[in-house]
C-alpha cells in the first residue's frame, strides 16, 4: 500500500527517538464506515461496514519483563502499566490498550512487555471507530510478536470484550470485526448473529462516499447507547410473552411488534418499530446495492436516518442539519447519521463531479447555523488490520 500519506514514517521514527531501538513490528488498525444497518449489531441483524483510509500506526518491540511502555503520539503522552496490575487509568485513553492486554491473559495467552508508539488519523469521537482501531491493532501486534496463534474472528471478540469489559461501554461487534476483517474496495454483509459474512464490491461508479464530521460528541453518548441495549432486551422480554421464539429483536418484525404494541411502554414501542424495520431495511438495500440501483439504495440510507432520529433517538441537531441539507439535493443519493449517534459523522452518496460544490456548500451553511467548521473526508475503502513494511 501506499505510505506516502500515512503515519507510517511518523510513528516509526517516534519510536527510534523515544525508544532509542528499531521497533520489531509494524502494524496498520484502520477505523470503518458503515453503510446501513445501525445499532443491529446487537441486535443480531445485519450490518454493512467497511475498513477504510484513516487509521492507526503502531510500532512494537517486546521487552522483557512484564511492563508495557507505551507513547500516544497524536496525544503527546505517554503510560506504563504491567502486566500483573491493569488497573483502569483515567487518562481513557490507555484502556483500549489494557483492555486487551486483559483479555488476552484472561483467555490463558503468555505474554511479555512491550514498547509501544502508536498514532494516526482517525478523528476521535467522530464515529469512525479509533477505539476499535486501537483494540484490533493492538491485539493484532501481540499475536504477532508473541506467537498466539488467535485467528482474526477471536481477535476481533476478544476486542470487543475489552471495550465491553475494560472500557464500559457495551457496544456490539461492528466496529471491531470491520476494523479487523475489512477488504479493500470492498464492504462487508455481516451477519452480526451468526458471524457469517461475505464480502461484495462497492462500486459506486460516479459516486463516493463522503463523511461530514459535525465536531461534536454530546456526552450523553455512551450511556444512552446503554440505555439503548437495555430498551431493546426490555422490547424482546414483552415480545417473548406471545412469541417464546424471540431470542433477539433480530428474530422479531415489525408486525409482530405491533401486536405487542399495547403492551410495550412507548419508548420500547419506537425502540423496536425501529430496530425491526431497520434489520428488513438491511437486507432490501443489499440486495438493490446488488443490483446497481444506487438510487434505491440513497433512499434507504435516508430511511435510516428517520428512523434513527425520529423512533431510535440517536440523533442530534447537528447531524440532522446536516442530512436536511442533502434532501433536494439530486447530486446526493443518500445521507444518514452514521455510528453510535449525538455527533460524529453523516455518510453521504455524492456525485463526483459535485464534490467540491457539496462540500463548499454544506461548510457554509454549517457554520452559519452551529459556527463551526465541518470537516470533511472522501472515503477510500482498504484492507482490514495487517503488518506494513516500509
Ligand atoms: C457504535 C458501536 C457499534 C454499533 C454502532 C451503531 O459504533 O460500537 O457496535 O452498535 O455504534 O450501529
Redo the contacts with the bound molecule.
Keep these: 500500500m501506499d505510505l506516502k500519506n500515512t503515519f507510517f514514517h511518523q510513528v516509526s521514527q517516534r519510536f527510534q527517538t523515544h525508544f532509542q531501538a528499531q521497533p520489531e513490528l509494524i502494524v496498520r488498525g484502520p477505523g470503518r464506515i ?1 453503510l446501513i ?6 441486535n443480531g441483524g445485519f ?1 454493512l461496514p467497511a475498513s477504510i483510509d484513516k487509521e492507526i500506526i503502531f510500532a512494537i518491540s517486546k521487552k522483557e519483563g512484564t511492563t508495557c511502555e507505551v507513547y500516544a503520539e497524536n496525544v503527546g503522552d505517554s503510560t506504563t502499566f504491567s502486566l500483573d496490575q491493569l488497573e483502569k487509568s483515567r487518562k481513557g485513553w490507555p484502556n483500549y490498550l489494557m483492555g486487551v492486554v486483559d483479555q488476552l491473559q484472561k483467555r490463558g495467552c503468555k505474554l511479555g512487555g512491550f514498547r509501544l508508539v502508536f498514532g494516526g488519523d482517525i478523528p476521535t469521537g467522530a ?1 469512525l ?1 479509533s477505539s ?1 482501531a486501537i483494540e484490533c491493532g493492538l491485539a493484532f501486534c501481540l499475536n504477532e510478536l508473541y506467537a498466539l496463534g488467535l485467528s482474526k474472528i477471536e481477535m476481533v471478540k476478544l476486542s470487543q470484550a475489552a ?1 465491553n469489559q475494560f472500557v464500559g ?1 457495551q ?5 471491531q470485526f470491520a476494523s479487523m476483517m475489512g477488504k479493500a474496495n470492498s464492504v462487508i454483509q455481516l451477519d452480526c448473529r451468526s458471524l457469517e459474512y461475505q464480502y461484495f464490491p462497492l462500486e459506486l461508479n460516479d459516486y463516493l462516499v463522503v463523511l461530514c464530521d459535525t465536531a461534536v460528541k454530546h456526552s450523553l453518548g455512551n450511556s444512552e ?1 446503554n440505555t439503548r441495549r437495555q430498551e431493546c432486551e426490555a422490547g424482546v422480554d414483552i415480545l417473548q410473552r406471545k412469541y417464546p421464539e424471540v431470542q433477539l429483536l433480530r428474530d422479531a418484525t415489525p408486525a409482530m411488534v405491533e401486536t405487542c404494541r399495547d403492551e410495550m411502554p412507548a419508548k420500547v414501542y419506537d425502540r423496536c418499530r425501529y430496530m425491526t424495520e431497520e434489520i428488513e431495511r438491511v437486507q432490501l438495500a443489499c440486495q438493490l446495492l446488488l443490483a446497481n440501483d444506487l438510487e434505491g439504495f440513497g433512499q434507504k440510507m435516508y430511511e435510516t436516518h428517520d428512523g434513527l432520529q425520529h423512533l431510535y433517538e440517536v440523533s442530534c441537531p447537528e447531524l440532522d442539519f446536516l442530512v436536511d441539507q442533502t434532501r433536494s439535493d439530486d447530486n446526493v443519493l443518500g445521507s444518514r447519521m452514521m ?3 449525538f455527533g460524529g459523522c453523516t455518510i453521504n452518496i455524492v456525485r463526483k463531479d459535485a464534490v467540491d460544490a457539496f462540500e463548499q456548500k454544506l461548510a457554509q451553511a454549517y457554520h452559519e447555523a452551529f459556527g463551526i467548521d465541518l470537516k470533511c473526508y472522501r472515503v477510500t475503502i482498504t484492507d482490514g488490520t495487517e503488518a506494513i513494511t516500509a
Design positions: 458503515n444497518g445501525e445499532h443491529t449489531d446487537y450490518v464515529g471507530s476499535a471495550e461501554v457496544c456490539g461487534i461492528m466496529d447507547y455510528g453510535g449517534g
